[in-house]
T-cell receptor, first 114, second 109 residues
Framework: KAGVTQTPRYLIKTRGQQVTLSCSPISGHRSVSWYQQTPGQGLQFLFE???????NKGNFPGRFSGRQFSNSRSEMNVSTLELGDSALYLC?????????????FGPGTRLLVL | GQNIDQPTEMTATEGAIVQINCTYQTSGFNGLFWYQQHAGEAPTFLSYNVLDGLEEKGRFSSFLSRSKGYSYLLLKELQMKDSASYLC??????????WGAGTKLIIKP
């Protein structure tokens, strides 16, 4: 079974621009969570989607948004980029049969804002 | 508030045993996870504990005490490839994962 995939893997943007990141979960998984990770920091939870609905949300400004499609693929968008948005963005999928809670991570998208 | 505590960094010798502790205070409890993350890579799942006691999986074991809000990850027969960060996460009453900042484990020959 294919793992979680994320595109693009690397991205360079400038301040003020916007960016859209994509995540395809493991086949059969209906939940997708997004995290931001900066050097020396733990995983900071952004939001979780389940069956196209946002189920949980972290403490990030409204510039960070997301959505999920009917095939469970998810996108997150960051508008008006700031230097501090430079980070590794990880998505994780869960909801596999017999293994509902475990999150499986994609390789991440490394975003650099200049 | 919700809080997960684990040591920032630990050093151990190849072939030895190391125990990484995690204490937590969360709103509810629906399980505790350990993940391994090598530098520049995504976290990979190691273990899941929802009941008290020890879960053994090869060289890695994870222990949970819900009454004490405490868990540890035990790594035996350490190998150089075990150098990584180890993340502790607790699933709260809303089924949201609360993450610790991770423990960087350095293995020396």
């Amino acid at each position: 079974k294919a793992g979680v995939t994320q595109t693009p893997r690397y991205l360079i943007k400038t301040r003020g621009q916007q960016v859209t990141l994509s995540c395809s979960p493991i086949s059969g998984h209906r939940s997708v969570s997004w995290y931001q990770q900066t050097p020396g920091q733990g995983l900071q939870f952004l939001f979780e989607y389940f069956s196209e609905t946002q189920r949980n949300k972290g403490n990030f400004p409204g510039r960070f948004s997301g959505r999920q499609f009917s095939n469970s693929r998810s996108e997150m968008n960051v508008s008006t980029l700031e230097l501090g948005d430079s980070a590794l963005y990880l998505c994780a999928s869960s909801g596999g049969q017999g293994d509902l809670e475990t999150q499986y991570f994609g390789p991440g998208t490394r975003l650099l804002v200049l | 508030g919700q809080n997960i505590d684990q040591p920032t960094e630990m050093t151990a010798t190849e072939g030895a045993i190391v125990q990484i502790n995690c204490t937590y205070q969360t709103s509810g409890f629906n399980g505790l996870f350990w993940y391994q993350q090598h530098a520049g890579e995504a976290p990979t799942f190691l273990s899941y504990n929802v009941l008290d006691g020890l879960e053994e999986k090869g060289r890695f074991s994870s222990f949970l005490s819900r009454s004490k809000g405490y868990s540890y990850l035990l790594l035996k027969e350490l190998q150089m490839k075990d150098s990584a960060s180890y993340l502790c996460a607790v699933m709260d009453s809303n089924y949201q994962l609360i993450w610790g900042a991770g423990t960087k484990l350095i293995i020396k020959p």
